[in-house]
C-alpha cells in the first residue's frame, strides 16, 4: 500500500499509512432500481458492516453535466438518500451526503482537470457512448470532464476503495492514472493508487426483457426493471412477464453461458438470496421456469418491500433527509477540507489569509 503524505510532506517529512475508506456514489437522476440495489446498495451495507470507514454521496453535481429539472433534482436526491438509508445504510455508522454540499470537490476537480489529459478524457467509454451519433460538440464541458471530478469526489477522501461496477472501471483507472501523474508530477506520495471492489454474483443486472442490456432506469420500457418503488404485486407481475426461455434450468452454471435471460433470473436471484450461482442451480436443477419465476418472485418480494415502505417512510419528511444530508456533509468536509489545504500547499497555492 503506499502512504500518505504528511501536510510538510514536500518539505521530507516521514508519510504515515492510508487509513483504509471506502468512498461511492450515486447519480441522483431518476429513481433506483433492483440493479443499484444488487449492484450497490446491498454492497455498500455489507462494507459498512465490516468495521472500514464508508463515505457514501449523492453526486448531484454529475447529474448537471446534462440538464436537470430543478424541482426534480432535488427531489430524486432526497429520493437517492433515502433509499441508501432503506437499504440499510446507517448514517451514524457511515457518511451520507449530496456532493453539492461540500465545496472541496469542485475544488480539487479543477485542480484535476490540470493534472488530466485531453486524450485521457476523450478516449473514456462512456464519452463515446453518449455522444455516438450525436454532435459531440454540443455537449457540456462538464460531461467531457465527468471522470476527472469523479477523481476527486475519490481521492478528496483519501479513499483506498471504490466499489464499481464493470461499466465504471475505466473511471476507476482514470482516478488511478491522475493520483500517479500528481504524484509524479509534484514528488510526492500523497494520493492513494485506489482499488476496485468488484465483487457478488449480480453486480451487473441485466434488463428483464433483454438479458444482454444492463438494468437501467433510462430504458423506455418500464417492464425491463424493477424499481425500488414498486409495491409488492408490481414487483411479481414483472418478475412472471420477464423474457426466458423454453428450457428447464441446467445441471451447471456452465449450461447458462448462452441463455442470457435465463442467466440473468438465477444471478438476481442468488444475489437477493446471499446464495452462490452454483448453489442455486443445484437447488432448481431441470426446474422450468413456472415454477422459478414464483420463486424469484416470492424472494423479491421478501427482500425489497421493506426498502420500498422505509423509503415510502422517509420521503414523507424530507426536511428530516435534509438534515441527514446536511450533517453527513459537515463531517464529510471536516475529512475532505484538511486533504484539500495540502493539495494547495503541494501545489504553491498562497492560502494564508489575514486575521
Not at 184 to 196: S, T
Not at 206 to 223: A, C, E, F, I, Y
Not at 237 to 246: E, F, L, P
Not at 253 to 279: M, T
Request: glycine content about 8%; overall charge negative; aromatic content about 6%.
Amino acid at each position: 500500500m503506499s502512504s500518505a503524505a504528511s501536510p510538510d510532506q514536500v518539505g521530507g517529512q516521514t508519510p504515515t499509512p492510508f487509513k483504509p475508506r471506502i468512498f461511492s456514489g450515486i447519480q441522483p437522476s431518476g429513481g433506483l432500481t433492483l440493479g443499484n440495489y444488487l449492484g450497490a446498495l446491498k454492497r455498500f451495507v455489507e462494507k459498512q458492516d465490516e468495521g472500514i470507514e464508508t463515505i457514501y454521496c449523492m453526486v448531484d453535481m454529475h447529474a448537471i453535466t446534462t440538464w436537470q429539472d430543478p424541482v426534480k433534482l432535488r427531489q430524486q436526491t432526497r429520493e437517492g438518500a433515502a433509499a441508501f438509508i432503506a437499504a440499510g445504510i446507517d448514517p451514524k455508522r457511515s457518511i451520507l451526503f449530496n456532493q453539492s454540499q461540500v465545496g472541496a470537490h469542485a475544488e480539487l476537480g479543477w485542480i484535476f482537470n490540470c493534472v488530466a489529459r485531453m486524450g485521457w478524457m476523450s478516449r473514456m467509454t462512456q464519452w463515446k457512448d453518449k455522444t455516438a451519433g450525436k454532435n459531440a460538440e454540443a455537449e457540456s464541458l462538464g460531461l467531457f470532464a465527468y471522470p476527472s471530478l469523479m477523481a476527486a469526489d475519490i481521492l478528496l477522501y483519501h479513499a483506498t476503495m471504490v466499489p464499481v461496477g464493470e461499466d465504471q472501471k475505466q473511471h476507476l483507472e482514470l482516478c488511478r492514472d491522475i493520483a500517479i501523474k500528481f504524484n509524479h508530477d509534484y514528488k510526492v506520495d500523497f494520493f492513494p493508487v485506489v482499488e476496485p471492489l468488484i465483487e457478488g454474483v449480480a453486480t451487473r443486472v441485466m434488463s428483464l426483457r433483454d438479458g444482454t442490456k444492463k438494468m437501467s432506469k433510462s430504458d423506455p420500457s418500464d417492464q425491463s426493471r424493477i424499481n425500488l418503488t414498486d409495491d409488492a404485486d408490481t414487483i411479481a407481475a414483472k418478475i412472471r412477464k420477464a423474457k426466458t426461455d423454453s428450457l428447464p434450468l441446467p445441471e451447471t452454471a456452465a449450461e447458462l453461458k448462452d441463455r442470457p435471460e435465463a442467466r440473468n433470473l438465477v444471478n438476481i436471484y442468488a444475489a437477493l438470496a446471499g446464495h452462490s450461482l452454483d448453489q442455486v442451480i443445484r437447488d432448481f436443477a431441470g426446474a422450468q421456469f413456472g415454477t422459478f419465476k414464483p420463486a424469484l418472485a416470492d424472494l423479491a418480494v421478501a427482500k425489497l418491500s421493506p426498502i420500498t415502505h422505509e423509503m415510502n417512510r422517509l420521503m414523507a419528511d424530507p426536511g428530516e433527509i435534509d438534515r441527514i444530508l446536511g450533517d453527513g456533509a459537515d463531517r464529510a468536509d471536516a475529512i475532505a477540507r484538511p486533504i484539500l489545504d495540502q493539495v494547495y500547499d503541494i501545489t504553491g497555492m498562497i492560502r494564508s489569509r489575514p486575521g
